[in-house]
């Protein structure tokens, strides 16, 4: 049974940083690729970031590119999402998922960007 569990949202202020994380089980990380996704608040649900097997091709959304950094550690089955420079429209819910399939979403962990 697949499983994911995101955790380090935060109130942060604007140009602040956080890092998330998404503890995986159930499947052979290493084996796959993985994004971050987030759904502001009465907004659709978007990709942000992604990564592909062995950590090659970490690829941005055009909104984050620049100020977010995805990494995985594969010995511990997690995913990572650094986001530096934060902006009040980064505020979301921030979920993990493994890329192009249907998974069930996790929980999240709530990011709120506010002075």
């Known amino acids: 049974q697949v499983q994911v569990e995101e955790s380090g949202g935060h109130l942060v202020q604007p140009g602040g940083s956080l890092r998330l994380s998404c503890v995986t089980s159930?499947?052979?990380?290493?084996?796959?690729?993985m994004g971050w996704y987030r759904q502001p608040p009465g907004k659709a649900r978007e990709l942000v970031a992604w990564?592909?097997?062995?950590?090659?091709?970490?690829n941005y959304a055009d909104s984050v590119s620049g100020r977010f950094g995805i990494s995985k550690d594969d010995d511990r089955n997690t995913l990572y999402l650094q986001m530096n420079s934060l902006k009040t429209e980064d505020t979301a819910m921030y979920y993990c998922?493994?890329?192009?399939?249907?998974?069930?979403w996790g929980r999240g962990t709530q990011v709120t960007v506010s002075s």
């Open positions: 990564i592909g097997l062995d950590s090659v091709g970490a």
């Open positions: 159930g499947f052979t990380f290493s084996q796959y690729a």
């Open positions: 998922r493994r890329l192009n399939i249907n998974d069930p």
